[in-house]
Protein backbone atom coordinates (compact mmCIF):
# COMPACT_ATOMS: atom_id res chain seq x y z
CA UNK A 1 0.00 0.00 0.00
CA UNK A 2 1.64 3.65 -1.01
CA UNK A 3 -0.05 6.57 0.24
CA UNK A 4 0.37 9.84 -1.75
CA UNK A 5 0.57 13.30 -0.18
CA UNK A 6 -1.92 15.57 -3.04
CA UNK A 7 -2.95 18.85 -3.34
CA UNK A 8 -6.33 19.77 -3.42
CA UNK A 9 -8.40 17.40 -5.71
CA UNK A 10 -11.77 19.00 -5.10
CA UNK A 11 -13.31 15.57 -4.32
CA UNK A 12 -14.30 16.33 -1.06
CA UNK A 13 -17.73 15.70 -1.69
CA UNK A 14 -17.17 12.06 -2.69
CA UNK A 15 -14.25 11.72 -0.43
CA UNK A 16 -12.40 10.26 1.39
CA UNK A 17 -11.75 8.26 -2.04
CA UNK A 18 -9.26 5.00 -1.79
CA UNK A 19 -8.32 3.57 -5.20
CA UNK A 20 -7.40 -0.08 -5.71
CA UNK A 21 -4.51 -0.39 -8.28
CA UNK A 22 -3.62 -1.94 -11.14
CA UNK A 23 -7.35 -1.45 -11.49
CA UNK A 24 -8.06 1.64 -10.55
CA UNK A 25 -11.10 1.08 -8.89
CA UNK A 26 -12.80 4.12 -6.92
CA UNK A 27 -13.87 3.36 -3.57
CA UNK A 28 -16.12 6.90 -2.38
CA UNK A 29 -17.11 8.28 1.12
CA UNK A 30 -14.48 5.84 3.12
CA UNK A 31 -14.50 6.24 6.66
CA UNK A 32 -11.61 3.96 9.20
CA UNK A 33 -14.21 0.76 9.27
CA UNK A 34 -14.90 0.94 5.59
CA UNK A 35 -11.34 0.87 4.55
CA UNK A 36 -10.04 -1.91 6.80
CA UNK A 37 -12.98 -4.20 5.29
CA UNK A 38 -12.28 -3.48 1.87
CA UNK A 39 -8.39 -3.84 2.53
CA UNK A 40 -9.36 -7.20 4.03
CA UNK A 41 -11.60 -7.96 1.05
CA UNK A 42 -8.74 -6.52 -1.69
CA UNK A 43 -5.87 -8.60 0.15
CA UNK A 44 -7.82 -11.71 0.44
CA UNK A 45 -7.73 -11.93 -3.25
CA UNK A 46 -4.15 -11.26 -3.74
CA UNK A 47 -2.16 -14.81 -4.74
CA UNK A 48 0.06 -15.51 -1.94
CA UNK A 49 2.57 -16.28 -4.11
CA UNK A 50 2.78 -13.53 -6.69
CA UNK A 51 5.59 -10.96 -6.00
CA UNK A 52 3.93 -7.31 -5.28
CA UNK B 1 -20.66 4.82 -0.82
CA UNK B 2 -19.67 4.33 -4.22
CA UNK B 3 -17.54 2.16 -6.39
CA UNK B 4 -16.25 2.81 -9.79
CA UNK B 5 -14.88 0.32 -11.70
CA UNK B 6 -14.13 -0.75 -15.19
CA UNK B 7 -17.59 -2.56 -16.88
CA UNK B 8 -17.90 -6.16 -17.31
CA UNK B 9 -19.74 -7.72 -20.16
CA UNK B 10 -22.33 -8.79 -17.70
CA UNK B 11 -23.08 -5.08 -17.41
CA UNK B 12 -24.07 -4.75 -20.70
CA UNK B 13 -28.01 -3.98 -20.33
CA UNK B 14 -27.20 -1.41 -17.32
CA UNK B 15 -24.61 0.10 -19.80
CA UNK B 16 -27.37 0.36 -22.64
CA UNK B 17 -30.11 1.86 -20.26
CA UNK B 18 -27.69 3.91 -18.54
CA UNK B 19 -25.92 5.33 -21.69
CA UNK B 20 -29.96 5.71 -22.93
CA UNK B 21 -30.74 8.37 -20.88
CA UNK B 22 -28.11 10.88 -22.36
CA UNK B 23 -28.39 9.65 -26.30
CA UNK B 24 -31.87 8.40 -26.74
CA UNK B 25 -32.50 11.13 -29.20
CA UNK B 26 -29.06 10.42 -31.00
CA UNK B 27 -30.63 7.01 -31.36
CA UNK B 28 -34.26 8.11 -32.61
CA UNK B 29 -32.46 9.80 -35.08
CA UNK B 30 -29.87 7.33 -36.58
CA UNK B 31 -32.80 4.64 -36.82
CA UNK B 32 -35.67 7.27 -37.70
CA UNK B 33 -38.07 6.35 -35.60
CA UNK B 34 -38.99 7.63 -31.84
CA UNK B 35 -39.14 4.21 -29.99
CA UNK B 36 -37.97 3.71 -26.67
CA UNK B 37 -38.13 -0.10 -26.65
CA UNK B 38 -35.78 -0.28 -30.29
CA UNK B 39 -33.66 2.28 -28.62
CA UNK B 40 -32.81 0.09 -25.80
CA UNK B 41 -32.16 -3.24 -27.91
CA UNK B 42 -29.79 -1.16 -30.17
CA UNK B 43 -27.77 -0.27 -27.61
CA UNK B 44 -27.90 -3.64 -26.06
CA UNK B 45 -26.73 -4.98 -29.07
CA UNK B 46 -23.90 -3.62 -29.15
CA UNK B 47 -23.21 -2.64 -25.72
CA UNK B 48 -22.81 -6.46 -25.46
CA UNK B 49 -20.56 -6.82 -28.41
CA UNK B 50 -16.81 -5.97 -28.75
CA UNK B 51 -15.31 -3.32 -30.79
CA UNK B 52 -17.83 -0.68 -31.33
CA UNK B 53 -18.49 2.83 -30.00
CA UNK B 54 -20.84 1.79 -27.18
CA UNK B 55 -19.41 -2.03 -26.09
CA UNK B 56 -18.90 -2.71 -22.34
CA UNK B 57 -15.00 -2.72 -23.39
CA UNK B 58 -15.10 1.28 -23.35
CA UNK B 59 -17.29 1.56 -20.20
CA UNK B 60 -16.67 2.19 -17.01
CA UNK B 61 -19.28 1.71 -14.29
CA UNK B 62 -20.51 3.46 -10.81
CA UNK B 63 -21.92 0.50 -8.63
CA UNK B 64 -23.94 1.86 -5.29
CA UNK B 65 -25.26 -1.41 -2.97
CA UNK B 66 -24.38 -3.79 -5.96
CA UNK B 67 -26.51 -1.91 -8.43
CA UNK B 68 -25.14 -0.04 -11.62
CA UNK B 69 -26.30 3.39 -11.13
CA UNK B 70 -24.64 5.34 -13.89
CA UNK B 71 -22.23 4.44 -16.77
CA UNK B 72 -19.99 6.42 -19.52
CA UNK B 73 -18.27 5.52 -22.77
CA UNK B 74 -15.05 6.71 -23.76
CA UNK B 75 -12.05 5.78 -26.11
CA UNK B 76 -9.24 6.44 -28.06
CA UNK B 77 -10.69 9.16 -31.05
CA UNK B 78 -7.79 7.90 -32.92
CA UNK B 79 -10.44 4.72 -32.90
CA UNK B 80 -13.41 6.74 -33.92
CA UNK B 81 -14.13 5.20 -37.36
CA UNK B 82 -13.14 1.58 -36.74
CA UNK B 83 -15.93 1.82 -33.75
CA UNK B 84 -18.52 3.45 -35.82
CA UNK B 85 -18.30 1.25 -38.82
CA UNK B 86 -20.43 -1.02 -36.77
CA UNK B 87 -22.92 1.13 -36.04
CA UNK B 88 -23.36 2.68 -39.01
CA UNK B 89 -23.67 -1.71 -41.12
CA UNK B 90 -26.36 -2.14 -38.72
CA UNK B 91 -28.60 1.36 -39.02
CA UNK B 92 -27.87 0.13 -42.83
CA UNK B 93 -28.86 -3.18 -42.86
CA UNK B 94 -31.59 -2.72 -39.74
CA UNK B 95 -33.46 0.13 -40.73
CA UNK B 96 -32.34 0.65 -44.31
CA UNK B 97 -30.71 4.36 -43.37
CA UNK B 98 -27.77 6.14 -45.08
CA UNK B 99 -25.93 8.17 -41.65
CA UNK B 100 -22.64 9.71 -41.80
CA UNK B 101 -22.24 11.71 -38.72
CA UNK B 102 -19.76 14.88 -38.89
CA UNK B 103 -16.52 13.38 -36.29
CA UNK B 104 -17.05 13.76 -33.11
CA UNK B 105 -13.65 12.95 -31.63
CA UNK B 106 -10.29 12.44 -33.66
CA UNK B 107 -6.69 11.24 -32.80
CA UNK B 108 -4.88 12.61 -30.12
CA UNK B 109 -7.80 12.06 -26.84
CA UNK B 110 -9.69 10.27 -25.19
CA UNK B 111 -13.46 11.10 -25.70
CA UNK B 112 -15.76 10.54 -23.45
CA UNK B 113 -18.92 9.89 -25.48
CA UNK B 114 -21.59 9.45 -23.24
CA UNK B 115 -22.29 9.50 -19.59
CA UNK B 116 -25.71 8.80 -17.73
CA UNK B 117 -26.42 8.63 -14.74
CA UNK B 118 -30.02 6.60 -13.39
CA UNK B 119 -32.57 9.57 -12.34
CA UNK B 120 -33.08 8.18 -8.74
CA UNK B 121 -29.31 8.77 -8.18
CA UNK B 122 -29.14 12.22 -9.28
CA UNK B 123 -27.89 15.27 -7.31
CA UNK B 124 -25.69 13.19 -5.19
CA UNK B 125 -22.47 14.13 -7.16
CA UNK B 126 -22.15 10.87 -8.66
CA UNK B 127 -21.92 12.33 -12.12
CA UNK B 128 -19.01 14.71 -10.91
CA UNK B 129 -17.71 12.20 -9.28
CA UNK B 130 -17.29 9.92 -12.28
CA UNK B 131 -16.29 12.62 -14.44
CA UNK B 132 -13.49 13.13 -11.61
CA UNK B 133 -12.37 9.69 -12.03
CA UNK B 134 -12.23 9.85 -15.82
CA UNK B 135 -9.45 12.62 -15.33
CA UNK B 136 -7.61 10.64 -12.93
CA UNK B 137 -7.83 7.68 -15.38
CA UNK B 138 -6.64 9.54 -18.70
CA UNK B 139 -5.08 12.78 -18.14
CA UNK B 140 -3.21 12.13 -15.06
CA UNK B 141 -2.72 8.17 -15.18
CA UNK B 142 -2.00 7.76 -18.77
CA UNK B 143 -1.00 11.34 -19.58
CA UNK B 144 -3.75 11.67 -22.78
CA UNK B 145 -5.82 14.98 -23.27
CA UNK B 146 -9.62 14.17 -22.50
CA UNK B 147 -12.29 15.76 -24.48
CA UNK B 148 -15.74 15.65 -24.70
CA UNK B 149 -19.21 17.95 -26.32
CA UNK B 150 -21.74 19.84 -24.92
CA UNK B 151 -24.45 20.98 -26.61
CA UNK B 152 -24.41 24.82 -26.95
CA UNK B 153 -26.37 26.60 -25.10
CA UNK B 154 -26.43 24.07 -21.79
CA UNK B 155 -24.58 26.64 -19.64
CA UNK B 156 -25.24 24.13 -16.50
CA UNK B 157 -23.30 21.22 -18.41
CA UNK B 158 -20.68 23.80 -19.17
CA UNK B 159 -20.17 24.85 -15.89
CA UNK B 160 -19.42 22.07 -14.66
CA UNK B 161 -17.02 20.97 -16.91
CA UNK B 162 -15.05 24.40 -16.56
CA UNK B 163 -14.97 23.61 -12.69
CA UNK B 164 -13.68 20.20 -13.31
CA UNK B 165 -10.69 22.19 -15.85
CA UNK B 166 -12.52 21.23 -18.84
CA UNK B 167 -11.47 23.98 -21.75
CA UNK B 168 -12.54 25.28 -24.79
CA UNK B 169 -10.86 24.05 -27.63
CA UNK B 170 -13.03 26.26 -30.02
CA UNK B 171 -13.93 23.67 -32.22
CA UNK B 172 -17.77 23.23 -33.28
CA UNK B 173 -19.17 19.79 -34.03
CA UNK B 174 -22.60 19.88 -35.84
CA UNK B 175 -23.86 16.27 -34.82
CA UNK B 176 -26.95 14.97 -36.61
CA UNK B 177 -28.70 18.67 -36.08
CA UNK B 178 -26.75 19.15 -32.65
CA UNK B 179 -24.59 22.56 -32.09
CA UNK B 180 -21.93 20.87 -29.88
CA UNK B 181 -18.59 22.37 -28.25
CA UNK B 182 -15.66 20.61 -27.82
CA UNK B 183 -13.71 21.20 -24.61
CA UNK B 184 -10.57 19.34 -22.98
CA UNK B 185 -8.09 18.89 -20.31
CA UNK B 186 -4.24 18.55 -21.55
CA UNK B 187 -2.11 17.88 -18.84
Known sequence: MQVIKTGCTDRCKIGPVIAVMPQNTWHTHMDEEKATSLFEQVTAKLDPGASL | ?187
Open chain 2, 1 to 187: MMVIRKAFVTDSEDIASCLLLAMEEIVFRLMGEENSEKALAFMCYFAERENNQYSWQNCWVVEEAGSVVAAVNVYNGAHLHALRQPVIDYIKNKFNRSVTPEDETRDGEYYIDSLGVHPAHRGKGIGTGLLQFLIDEYVTRRNQPLGLLVEEGNLAAKRLYEKLSFKSSGRKVLLLEKHLEHLQIIR
